[in-house]
Every structure is written in C-alpha cells, then in structure tokens.
C-alpha cells in the first residue's frame, strides 16, 4: 500500500508485515493524489507543486518527473495496462487555467495529448476498462469523454447543474456514472453520449461513488451522510444507508460484493451488508476520515493521521 502526506512523504507499506518498505521524501511536494501501475510496479504522486513524479516502486527510485502545470494538480490516473497516465489541473503559463487535462507516457515520460474543453477546474478521471476512452470531470457541471488514441473529444455530457466531484465506470465500460453536488447522480452511455438515468433521493451532495464488481449495483454518498445503492440499469433505489453523523466522502466495495465500507468526517468508518440497510459494524477513529480501501477482509482508511487497518470477518 502507498500513502502520501503533506510535508512531502511518500510511503510504500508493505500489508503483510506492516512495515514501511520504502519512505520517501520530497519536502516541497505536498502529496495530495497518488496512483498505483496496475502490476505494482510502478505509483504516480502529485499535489501542490504542480509537478507530477514517477516512482519505482521495486527500488524507490524516481523514473521521471513531469512538469507542465502552475499549481495543484486535481486528479491523477493510471492506464488499465499501465502504459499511459494522465492529469488534471491548473496551467496559468499556457493559457489554459485549471481545465487542462494531460495524457503521458509512462515509459518516456514525455506528453502525449493535450485535452482542452473544460471551462472549470477538472476535479476527477475515469478510464475505460480496455483503456479506449478517458472521461473527465468538472466544476462547470460536465463530464467529456476523450479518445485516447488521438485526445480528440469523443461526446460532452451536460444535464448537471452543479460541479461534478465522482465518476465511476461499468466493470464492462457499457455505462459510466457521474456525482454531483446538484444532489444526483446520472448513469450515461458512453459510447453514445446519451443519459440513461437520473438517480434523484439525496439530500446533499454527492462526492463518493462506487461500483460492485459485477456491475450489479452502485453506491453514492452525500455531504449528509446517506449512502444509498442503487440498480444502474433500471435506476430503481435498492437501499439507503443512514447512521453516519457527517459527510462520507470515500466508499469502496469488497471482492464478493456482498459489503462495502464507508469513512465520513464524523471520524468513523462503517460496513455495511450490500443487500440490506444494515450496518454490521462501526469504528470511531480520532479524525475526520476521507479515504476507504477493501483488500479481502482488511479495510484500510485514513484521513487527517492514519493510516489505520481493520480486519473485517465473522459478518
């Protein structure tokens, strides 16, 4: 497991014997996004310098150091077969503030296409399960998806009516959803560009999203601490989730679909049985949390400090 820090840490934690097994530190890179290469090999880390690097992971080495950017760097994302990364963020040198999103090459380093359309800051990325088309999106409400063989815009999706902070993809890339703090959530077809379903029931607005493995269900959460499931393909409301105390802005899924995980700046985390509205279990840690990841059976969340690891059995 990777974790970045402000002060310009960069850790590899190795799960297993819960030691550090590489730290790194860059004391004027504050690491606000970090991506990991498919096969391990390789994580991305990026923030406040504007100045995205390339770390080995088997050795600790940098391999690159991509500039391009005058400030924070908004998201971070890593091609399906690693080849390729691609970053969003502010470019007040060229001219194109902070709607410019930049595909790389990962064995040169070098750029590869310069994805302009935005008209606000781009907050989020998702990529198609074969690695065909990058989705991107933004403060001015919409989501562009993008070939990525020649960074050309293949549809613009409107209908948002506030910043989009969440995307989330089909295992079998047929549909592609997006969340809003216009307090919905909308499933699109990407390869049309079409909407499919308005997902309408919070109260606040939506920044967390995520898919079963199957692609059977969705989950969202909201500024208000309802996460609820729902059937992407008909758009029906499955199960609403209540008992946090403040926004839950991370979710993630186990393996068998069966639960999911949710981490809120009410400073707990809490499983969830997928098919039911019913917590199994809740901890409280000593700060707000904003990040959750499954692996197996141990959950892992962090926020102000952490990490911290749970073991989740016997559900």
């Not at 004391?27 to 390339?54: E, F, M, Y």
């Amino acid at each position: 497991m990777a974790y970045g820090v402000a002060d310009g840490t960069i850790g590899v934690w190795d799960l297993a014997t819960r030691q550090n097994r590489h730290i790194i530190k860059y004391p004027s890179h504050q690491v606000a996004k970090l991506a990991v290469a498919p096969d391990g090999s390789w994580l991305a880390s990026a923030g406040q310098s504007g100045i995205v690097r390339v770390l080995d992971l088997t050795t600790g080495q940098l391999r690159h150091a991509l500039p391009g950017y005058s400030d924070e760097v908004e998201a971070l994302l890593v091609a399906p077969d690693g080849s390729w990364l691609a970053t969003a963020g502010c470019d007040d040198l060229r001219g194109y503030g902070d709607s410019m999103v930049q595909t790389w090459l990962f064995t040169t380093g070098q750029p590869r296409h310069t994805l302009i359309g935005h008209t606000g800051h781009v907050l989020e990325l998702a990529v198609a399960p074969d690695g065909s088309w990058l989705a991107s999106a933004s403060t001015d409400g919409t989501v562009w998806i993008w070939d990525i063989s020649n960074g050309k815009p293949l549809h613009t999706l409107t209908g948002h009516t506030g910043l989009i902070e969440a995307l989330a993809v089909a295992p079998d890339g047929s549909w592609l959803a997006s969340a809003s703090y216009d307090m919905t959530v909308r499933i699109w077809d990407p390869h049309s560009g079409q909407a499919v379903h308005t997902l309408t029931g919070h109260t606040g607005g939506v920044g967390a999203l995520a898919v079963a493995q199957d692609g059977s269900w969705l989950a969202s959460a909201d500024t208000d601490g309802t996460v609820r499931i729902w059937d992407p393909h008909s758009g029906q409301s499955l199960h609403t989730l209540t008992g946090h105390t403040g926004g839950v802005g991370a979710l993630a899924v186990a393996q068998d679909g069966s639960w999911l995980a949710s981490a809120s700046t009410d400073r707990t985390v809490r499983i969830w049985e997928s098919g039911a509205d019913r917590c199994v279990t809740s901890l409280r840690t000593g700060h707000p949390l904003w990040l959750v990841v499954i692996d197996g059976e141990r959950v892992t969340v962090a926020g102000v400090n952490g990490p911290y690891f749970l073991t989740v059995a016997g559900r």
